[in-house]
């Protein structure tokens, strides 16, 4: 479901003529009404982006991203890790399980190689002090609690206003297993090593009464489904809208960037938009900005 917000009323990028026109693009997309002249213009952003350029990729179903972020994780050479989770529960019957794991966000298996993009579905043990759900990273290694030492060590003598350590989950009473290593940065533009044991996903509604996922809370994320980057603005984007199936699907993932010299749009339709506008988004724009 595309949620709405006074936000995407307001949002404003670059005033440029491209960006002009760019605005405009977008302004008819949401109302599911576009000219000629915004088909031209979407359709020209089908050229590929400059070779230096590495794009977020985003698909309008999960199969799509999974397929994609495989592909992506076997162009790394190296050997890849894979971490499974455990799943338990008692007294819940297997549908509510499903729907329980399907809740939580993380994989069954999960298979890393060094430099693997991967994003956090969880936060630090510090509350979130340096790592947030959603927080974007690198995989730079591998360790376990003795390496990890060494990690925190080096960090600390690196420069230790600008390096930080924090760990994400609890892991296991095993401390001979290799947790990964993410690099990433928190606000103010620090460095941040994280050490990314298994988290807990758990519902208890009573007395012998749970159902629980534990696993590593990462996943890849070279590409991502237009859901989940909604609210966020992206450096670049390649966008398949080859299998939109909901209104302001598009226009979510068309809005993530400033600059359209950011954008590649793949299996763009004007099918895909015109007449699909819903009339609740409608409303929602007519009452914000008078239209």
């Known amino acids: 479901m595309v949620t709405l ?4 009323v307001r949002a404003a990028g670059p005033q440029g003529p491209r960006q002009k026109a760019f605005k405009t693009a977008l302004a008819e997309v949401r109302t ?3 000219s000629d002249d915004t088909v031209r213009f979407f359709q020209g952003l089908a050229r590929p982006l400059p070779r230096n350029v590495v794009p977020a990729q985003l698909f309008a179903r999960k199969k799509d991203v999974e397929t994609a972020n495989e592909a992506r994780l076997n162009q790394l050479t190296g050997s890849s890790t894979e971490y499974l989770a455990h799943d338990s529960m008692s007294n819940f019957d297997e549908y509510e399980f499903v729907k329980f794991i399907e809740s939580t966000t993380a994989p069954k298996s999960l298979s890393l190689k060094l430099h693997s993009q991967v994003v956090f ?13 959603g927080t ?8 376990d609690k003795a390496k990890w030492e060494q990690v925190k060590g080096a960090a600390d003598k690196e420069d230790p206003k600008r390096a930080f350590t924090t760990t994400v989950g609890t892991g296991v009473k095993d401390g001979g ?11 103010g533009n620090r460095v941040v090593y994280a050490w990314v ?3 807990e996903w758990r519902l208890e509604t009573g007395k012998d009464r749970f159902m629980e996922r534990l696993q590593v809370p990462l996943r890849l994320c070279w590409a991502s489904s237009i859901h989940s980057v909604q609210g966020r603005t992206l450096n670049a984007v390649q966008v398949d809208l080859s299998k939109v199936f909901e209104c302001g699907q598009a226009y979510v993932a068309l809005s993530r960037v400033a600059d359209p010299d950011q954008l590649q749009i793949l299996n763009f339709r004007p099918s895909q938009i015109r007449g699909q506008a819903d009339h609740k988004v409608l409303d929602f724009y007519r009452l914000h900005t008078g239209v």
């Not at 579905?121 to 759900?133: A, C, H, R, T």
């Not at 974007?136 to 360790?143: F, K, N, Q, S, Y």
């Open 5 to 8: 917000t006074r936000d995407h």
């Open 197 to 199: 044991m298994k988290a």
């Open 136 to 143: 974007h990273g690198v995989i730079v290694g591998l360790a």
């Open 32 to 34: 599911g009404v576009v």
């Open 121 to 133: 579905l969880k936060g630090d043990n510090n509350k979130g002090e340096f790592v947030k759900p």
């Open 177 to 187: 297993i290799k947790w990964p290593v993410v690099k990433c940065y928190s606000p």
